[in-house]
């Protein structure tokens, strides 16, 4: 961790990587992505020189300070969870199925009232390895990108990342959001494929192919934090 009278920040270095970057995370920490060799110093006048953009996104909206892990709230009759954009009501039901499954609504078998967010999560990764995954392939072969590996994992203040190796993770709870939103998060992180830092020409890459962006921007900073609460 490097430090200055006012601004913290991680330095993360590959022999990979040529050019230098700053990204700033869900959690508001600053990270600096470097080529393996390059002078602290250099690093501190970039950093300096970027003063006023980490100020602008490290108080950014859709940024949290505290980690997002409340602990669950009760699910009754009549309660309702987010599924791809809509609000879907949940019933408990005497049933001896072994998971939780969905008709218009969610249904609970009350043997799993107390494993219920445990079970809901299990529904929600499957929903989003089938229907987010076959979306990446449809976006990456209009892009004409080629990518390595793409993952749904749990990853808590990122919707999504690329890897050096060109693999992709994408956080199971974007299934919450609507399709324009997971589509958008999609198309960004593929764009980074092409053009590592958010230079006018990456958001070029990604308003054509998602045409609703600023909405999908829009309505992440209005309900991302709802996407990361709860189940």
């Not at 499957?126 to 892009?143: D, G, S, V």
Request: aromatic fraction near 12%.
């Amino acid at each position: 961790m490097q430090h200055d009278m006012e601004l913290d920040y991680t330095i993360i270095y590959s022999s990979k990587r040529k050019k230098l970057s700053i990204t700033v995370e869900r959690d508001r920490s600053v990270v600096v992505h470097a080529p393996t060799g390059s002078d602290p110093d250099k690093i501190q006048k970039v950093v300096d020189s970027r003063r006023q953009w980490i100020y602008e996104k490290t108080h950014h909206a859709q940024k949290y300070y505290e980690p997002l892990d409340p602990p669950g709230k009760e699910l009754v009759n009549g309660e309702s969870l987010l599924y791809l954009g809509r609000q879907y009501r949940v019933e408990m039901v005497n049933s001896e199925a072994a998971s939780v499954w969905f008709s218009n609504k969610f249904f609970v078998p009350n043997k799993l009232y107390v494993i219920r967010h445990r079970a809901f999560k299990r529904w929600y990764l499957l929903r989003a390895e089938e229907k987010i995954l076959p979306r990446i392939q449809l976006h990456a072969k209009n892009l004409g990108i080629e990518y390595n590996e793409a993952k749904i994992v749990d990853a808590r203040y990122r919707w999504g990342s690329c890897t050096l190796k060109d693999n992709l993770n994408f956080n199971w709870r974007l299934i919450k959001a609507p399709m324009f939103v997971i589509d958008y998060v999609i198309v960004h992180e593929l764009a980074h494929l092409f053009e590592p830092n958010h230079t006018p020409k990456f958001w070029n890459i990604v308003r054509t192919q998602s045409a609703k962006m600023d909405m999908a921007k829009q309505w992440l900073k209005e309900h991302g934090e709802i996407l990361e609460t709860g189940i």
